[in-house]
């Protein structure tokens, strides 16, 4: 049975519904409201109960219809069950002696939120149509900040952007300080919807240079109030930014300059070494032929005997 044939079905149970007579020994009973969450399993909670007369019931119809929609999204009739893929029985092992006829929807969409109906018929009787509803709610994802001018200090203006999606219904981003005030006055946030149904979430704060603190929190909430998640951002402070940045380009300055003190001073070292040694040999050298010479023009025990006193 395809899924076109559905609508000729229904007036079909109604039809044999208008029929029948007697003491009702049949009542459907579900859950006015189910919750489902966005990408998750949801189900529709649905239960046959019978009056004391009834014994082992026997199913005949089950038909889960979603209101506004022409097709059905489960039918059981004639111990065959169709199905509209992401729908089935709750319970996988489902017969017809189950009195549980919740639906299942596999992987829970926005589209799915809405009003259902459900007509179930057994061999005891039947009952009228029972509605019940999906209520469907998403997660927001953990927020992200980004900031103008990239890079921020505590003495200069700032743009703070937290931004937030994959949520419903609408929710709320709000910032706070370190001391955790709430600087929600002082923000702007605009919530858009996008084309999967779910929301994102934008808001910016605008600091003042001089009057910004060293920590901002910005948190999600849902739309319950409920906090979902945040992300936090610390702003450095420029002097002790720089204190560090100086302290960091000495200590570098240190390693480099100390090693070539060390050789710096090996190799004056070295230099007055070779310079002291030079100058000794060089009076050495003029001392000794200085007396030899004068020798050679006369005068020589004279001279000899000054060369050996060291006074000539």
């Known amino acids: 049975m395809n899924m076109a044939s559905v609508g000729i079905l229904f007036l079909f149970f109604i039809v044999i519904r208008a029929q029948s007579e007697g003491k009702t020994f049949v009542e459907v009973e579900c859950k006015t409201e189910n919750v489902g969450q966005y990408g998750q399993q949801s189900m529709l909670d649905c239960v046959v109960k019978t009056s004391e007369e009834v014994k082992e019931p026997e199913i005949t119809v089950v038909a889960w219809k979603k209101k506004g929609s022409e097709d059905a999204l489960l039918v059981f009739h004639k111990g065959k069950t169709t199905l509209r893929p ?4 709750a ?6 002696r189950n009195m549980n006829i919740s639906l299942l929807i596999t992987n829970t969409m926005m589209v799915n939120s809405g009003d259902y109906t459900c007509l179930v018929m057994t061999d005891s009787g039947d009952d009228e149509e029972t509605e019940t509803s999906l209520r469907v709610t998403a997660k927001y994802n953990k ?3 980004s900031f103008i001018p990239e890079n921020i200090t505590r003495r200069e203006d700032v743009t703070l952007s937290c931004s ?13 300080d370190e001391h955790n005030k709430d600087w929600i006055a002082s923000s702007e946030m605009e919530a858009e919807l996008t084309n999967d149904g779910l929301f994102k979430l934008s808001s910016k704060l605008s600091l ?3 009057s910004i603190f060293s920590k901002y ?3 999600v909430f849902n739309s319950s109030g409920g906090k979902e998640d945040e992300v936090t951002l610390e702003i450095p402070d420029t002097a002790a930014s720089e204190g560090q940045e100086q302290r960091k380009v000495s ?3 240190s390693k480099i300059v100390a090693p070539l003190v060390v050789i710096g001073s090996l190799i004056v070292g070295l230099l007055l070494a070779l310079l002291i040694y ?3 040999s060089q009076r050495h050298h003029r001392e000794v032929p200085t007396c030899e010479s004068d020798a050679e023009h006369g005068d020589h025990v004279e001279m000899y005997k000054e060369c050996e006193d060291g006074t000539a």
Do not use: A, H, M
């Not at 937030?164 to 706070?176: A, C, D, H, I, M």
């Open 278 to 280: 030079r100058r000794r």
């Open 164 to 176: 937030s999606v994959g949520g419903y219904p609408k929710g709320q981003l709000r910032w706070f």
């Open 91 to 96: 319970e996988s092992s489902w017969n017809n």
């Open 208 to 210: 003042l240079k001089n």
């Open 251 to 253: 200590d570098q300055t």
């Open 217 to 219: 929190t910005c948190v």
């Open 143 to 145: 927020p992200t900040i």
């Open 86 to 89: 992401g729908y089935k029985f």
